[in-house]
T-cell receptor, first 113, second 110 residues
């Protein structure tokens, strides 16, 4: 059974710092992996999607990488800002049969001004 | 942009009530999902549907049912609401390009 883990559960950094969020999954047979941002009390906003054949995706200050063989993905945030404060979640889409998405429990990020 | 719309942002219901949470997508996607989100437990899949009138149980289907009479609408039903169903409920639609979520419904059962 696919399991997705995100460590650390919470992180506080000073403004301007570059940071890395981690996502691990137990079954390398994934269709894609997606990173989301969630603000308190709100829904999930998609940040980046990496297909299983890709190694990384970039959007602005965000860069996500995927290493299927080791079951890991990282989300790199450059020059962090207080507005980046949110919970970040990763999800993998399964490949077998009728697919579904398995989520990690998220990393709660606080960027201090 | 594809939109997934949930009918209510906040709901307060009484124990024992039958509760309907509605979700509508504005494109012709087959796959739709209902999750609940609780602190420390993350998102847990309740039910999903891959076509009209088709449904599959997720990880925590007990106490819930779903309805998909039309492709664009996927409803979650709490047959007899209980206080342990107080949670954030999130509807989503999926395609090969990823999953898109609605804004969520915060349900409180009193």
């Amino acid at each position: 059974k696919q399991e997705v883990t995100q460590i650390p559960a919470a992180l506080s950094v000073p403004e301007g710092e570059n940071l890395v969020l981690n996502c691990s999954f137990t079954d390398s047979a994934i269709y894609n992996l997606q990173w989301f941002r969630q603000d308190p009390g709100k829904g999930l906003t998609s940040l980046l999607l990496i297909q299983s054949s890709q190694r990384e995706q970039t959007s602005g200050r965000l860069n996500a990488s995927l290493d299927k063989s080791s079951g890991r993905s990282t989300l790199y945030i450059a020059a962090s800002q207080p507005g980046d404060s949110a919970t970040y979640l990763c999800a993998v889409r399964t490949t077998s049969g009728t697919y579904k998405y398995i989520f990690g429990t998220g990393t709660r990020l606080k960027v201090l001004a | 942009d594809v939109k997934v719309t949930q009918s209510s942002r906040y709901l307060v219901k009484r124990t024992g009530e039958k509760v309907f949470l509605e979700c509508v997508q504005d494109m012709d996607h087959e796959n739709m999902f209902w999750y609940r989100q609780d602190p420390g437990l993350g998102l847990r899949l309740i039910y999903f549907s891959y076509d009209v009138k088709m449904k599959e149980k997720g990880d925590i289907p007990e106490g819930y049912s779903v309805s998909r009479e039309k492709k664009e609408r996927f409803s979650l039903i709490l047959e007899s609401a209980s206080t342990n169903q107080t949670s954030m409920y999130l509807c989503a639609r999926g395609t090969a390009n990823g999953v898109v979520f609605g804004q969520g419904t915060r349900l409180t059962v009193v």
